[in-house]
């Protein structure tokens, strides 16, 4: 059961949330927890160490939404917040995402999209409590394991088991910030650092969103990839989010103007999954390799800024779901013969 802390002053906020959320509370699926200002909300944490996510407004008495966001920070790193507030401009919206916040909505409050908002919140939640989890779990094992799964876990066997692979059938896309290197050659380290995580967090919740996950991470892109039912359909619903999202960002640092744009390539096909690496240095990286996954990252070689370019086979999978445009035959990187390429508009 997710456990969800709303912080507003408007008392017809908590009746309102009861009402739209009611199924959820009655199935057990979440728990809401109410308090009225950011002193309220910080003794309401003490007593729920286990939050996962917290809706809150900016402007209240005592603290207020934006001064919450930096106490959520220091209390708690898995937390993620949105924030629920009038005050929709880009002021606000630039210091809350500065400051940490999850997501953004304004009132007055759309509540099928808060609820969209808050299922991708607590799963990204989620997510970041079993990678704690599992790493714990590994320094436990190194502490706790019995020598014998210790000796095996550096032989040749296991390091035999680590390098098994397997063929599967998924879909690889490669999601590149436009024109970033300019940014990391004029601007500071820790600003260039800023901005990027930035982005990639919202790119991740988007990718995490349609079930994806993020194989690597490449300088100023993203390889994700998808497997399961849909993962084609999945993967430029992922791409069309990350765009609009990446879009609507202002400026994410003073005295710094930089217009964020995205350019995508999506393949989908068979591919080799495996752990990639030296197992020597006990250097591996579970990952897709492939001509599906090269292909992938040539497409986004050449899309140009906020485009979603896919090859034809993928077109012919999508077309009834994706409004796309022909943009004609491209040469791509090692391909004897000139490829048909689609831009995904919506």
Known sequence: MAKI???DDEVDLEMLIKQKFRQKIREHQYEFIFAVNGNDALDKLQQHSDVDVVLCDINMP????LTLLLKLKELSPLIKAVIVSAYGDMDNIRTAMNRGAFDFITKPVNFEDLEVTVQKTILYVTQLRETMK???????????????VLNFMGSREFESSLMTNETVEATVAFIDICSFTSISENESPDIVVKLLNNYFDVMVKEIIAQGGHVDKFIGDAIMAVFRGDYHLDRAIDAGLAVRKQIEKLPNLAENVSFSAKVSIGINSGEMISGNIGSAN??????TVIGDVVNVAQRLQTIAGEGQIIINEAA??????????RKVGEMSLKNKANPVMVYEVLD
């Open 281 to 286: 240095l006990r250097r591996l990286d579970y």
């Open 62 to 65: 005592e603290m207020d939404g």
């Open 315 to 324: 077109y012919a999978k999508v077309k009834e779901s994706f409004n796309c």
């Open 134 to 148: 599992a790493i714990k779990e590994n320094n436990i094992l190194r502490m706790y394991v019995d020598e014998t």
């Open 5 to 7: 802390l709303v912080v």
